[in-house]
Every structure is written in C-alpha cells, then in structure tokens.
Nanobody
Framework: QVQLVESGGGLVQAGESLRLSCAAS????????MGWYRQTPGKQRELVAS???????NYADSVKGRFTISRDNAKNTVYLQMNRLKPEDTAVYFC????????????WGQGTQVTVSS
C-alpha cells in the first residue's frame, strides 16, 4: 500500500503563486510516475502535470509556462509550483502515483483545495 499526503493548497488572488507538495510513504517502487490532477464539481478529474522517476515531465496545455512539476526521489515527494494563477485554476488538486505495467496501479491523495479569486 501507498499513502500520499498533500499540502500547500489555499486561497490566493489571481496572479499569485502557490506550491503544492505531496509526500508518498509505504511500498514505493523506484520506477513510477507521480503527478497532479485536478477536479471541479461536475467535471472529470484531469491531468495537470506528471513526472517520471527519470525526470520526464508532461503538462496540460492550460498550465504550460505557468506550472512546474518536480520531485525529490530520495524523499518520495512531488511538488507543483503554480505561478500566475487564474480563477479557472480553482479546483481540488489530487496527488497521484502510478506504477505502469500490463495493468496500471494508481494511488491517490485525499486532495487539497486551491481557490483563486479574481
């Protein structure tokens, strides 16, 4: 089992920044993909950004150039630096760790609220 604990959400004004952190514990395999997803009421959860254990990154078009994902493999922690936040970034942000295989195995954090006021 894997446990993911997120922190860093909150209420900010448009244009400001936030940094989310997610620490993983438990049975952590060295090769994995960690990522951040977000969800608003009535909508599907969507990928914001992901990073492999080798450091390759992937971003949603809507956050490219504003958000940066990074990770510390020694601490099993993933970060999401969010700059120039917009009201449309308001959502619950979920941390994810995925073990890629014949069948992908996903673990999720409990979510942290990010609210951006205009």
């Amino acid at each position: 089992q894997v446990q993911l604990v997120e922190s860093g959400g909150g209420l900010v004004q448009a244009g400001e920044s936030l940094r989310l952190s997610c620490a993983a514990s438990g049975s952590i395999f060295r090769v994995n993909v960690m990522g951040w997803y977000r969800q608003t009421p009535g909508k599907q959860r969507e990928l914001v950004a992901s990073i492999t254990s080798g450091g390759s990154t992937n971003y949603a078009d809507s956050v490219k150039g504003r958000f940066t994902i990074s990770r510390d493999n020694a601490k099993n922690t993933v970060y999401l630096q969010m700059n120039r936040l917009k009201p449309e970034d308001t959502a619950v942000y979920f941390c994810n760790i995925r073990y890629v295989g014949v069948i992908n195995v996903d673990y999720w954090g409990q979510g942290t609220q990010v609210t951006v006021s205009s």
